[in-house]
C-alpha cells in the first residue's frame, strides 16, 4: 500500500524539540561517563515515554555530543530523516541552562514570536523538554544542570529555505519546534474525518455550544474560558473550511472558534484553509484593519511591511487589543457566511500563553 492511500493508519512521528531532548539526555550521560547508551527513553510532557536510537555519538574531558535522526512518521515534514545534534559543555555556575544555535538553526532576528530577537530559535516547549530531560539525567548520573547546550542540523539551512522561517525573521537555519513532542501525520481526509466524528459525538451527547480551536493552546484557553467539558471541543486545526461547512449542515446551537491572532487573521481574510501551505496574511490588507482599530499611520506603515501577524501585533502596541477584537468580528463574518442560520457563533483571539486578546461576540 502507498504511503497516501486514504484507508492505511498514519504513523505518528517526534518533533525536533522530542530529537534534541532525547540527544540531550544522550549526550549527558556521555559528559558524565564517557559512555553512550545506544537508546535513550525521555517523558514527554504529556507522559508519553518514546525510546530513541543515538547516533553520532562523541565526546571529550569536558563536552560531549549525541544525535538522533528525526523520525516525522508518515507527516510530510521538511525535516524527515535530519539529524538532531546536541552538544553539551558545563556552564558558568548558577547559570542554569543555556541555549545555543549550532550550524543548520536559526537565530531570531524580529518581535512577534515566543523568544526575543537574538535567541535561538529553539521554541519555548522544546527548551523545557531539553531541561526536563537533563534534569532526569542529573538525578541518574550526578552534576548539575549549569550547562551550556548547542542545537545543531545538518543541511538545516538549506531545509529552511522550504519554511517560512525566512519570511518571519529566523535566519540561518530551521527552528526547533513541537508543543508535545509528537508529530501528528498530515492528512486532510483523515482529519476532517476527525472532525466530522467530534461534532457527530456531540450532537449525539446534546451539547449545546462546541468550541473548534485551531491549536493546543486555544483549546485549553477556550475551554477555560466557558468551562466546557472535552467532549465539546473540536481538534480544528487549519481547516476551519470543513469544520463550517459540517456544522451547517450538522447544526449545533452555539459555536465558538478558538485561535490565535495569525491564524484568525488569515480568516477574517476571508480564508477557510489556514495552513500555510494554502494561505498567507495579506499584510497590506492588514495594515488597513490596523488603522481602522485606531492604530497610528506610522506603526500601520510598518505592519505592511511587517514578516508576520505576530510582529504587526507587536507594532499595533496600545490598540493591539482593538485590533484582535476586529480581527475577531471580521474572522465571524468569513464564517457565519458559511454557516446556516440559527447558529449562536462567536470568535476569540488567544495569545501564545492562552491570554485573550479579542472575543467578537455573538
Known sequence: MSRDAPDRKLRYGWTTGACAAAAARGAYEGLRTGRFSEAVTITLPKGQQPSFTLVETSCGADWAQAGIVKDAGDDPDVTHGATVLTHIVPGPVGSGV??????????????????????????????AMIIAALAEAVTRFGGNLDLVVTISIPGGATLALKTLNGRLGIVGGLSILGTTGIVVPFSCAAWIHSIHRGID????????????????????AVQRLYALPDMALLDMGD?????????????IPRV??????????????????????????????????????GVDAQACNA????????EALVL?????????????????????????????????VFDRDGKLLGNSGA
Open 98 to 127: 543555556q541555549f545555543r544555535a549550532g550550524e543548520g538553526v536559526g537565530t531570531i532576528t524580529r518581535a512577534g514570536l515566543p523568544l526575543p530577537p537574538g535567541e535561538p530559535a529553539i521554541n519555548p516547549a522544546p527548551r
Open 201 to 220: 459525538v456531540a450532537r449525539a451527547a446534546g451539547l449545546g455550544h462546541v468550541a473548534a480551536a485551531t491549536g493546543s493552546t486555544s483549546e485549553a
Open 239 to 251: 481547516f476551519v473550511g470543513g469544520t463550517l461547512k459540517y456544522l451547517r449542515t450538522h447544526p
Open 256 to 293: 465558538t472558534i478558538a485561535g490565535g491572532f495569525g491564524k484568525l487573521v488569515k480568516l477574517a481574510q476571508g480564508q477557510l484553509d489556514l495552513h500555510s501551505r494554502a494561505s498567507r496574511v495579506d499584510m497590506a490588507d492588514l495594515a488597513r484593519l490596523a488603522g481602522a482599530a
Open 303 to 310: 505592519i505592511a511591511g511587517a514578516a508576520g501577524a505576530g
Open 316 to 348: 499595533a502596541g496600545p490598540a493591539g487589543g482593538a485590533l484582535a477584537a476586529l480581527v475577531a468580528r471580521n474572522a465571524r463574518a468569513t464564517a457565519l457566511a458559511v454557516l446556516s442560520g440559527g447558529v449562536a457563533l462567536d470568535v476569540v
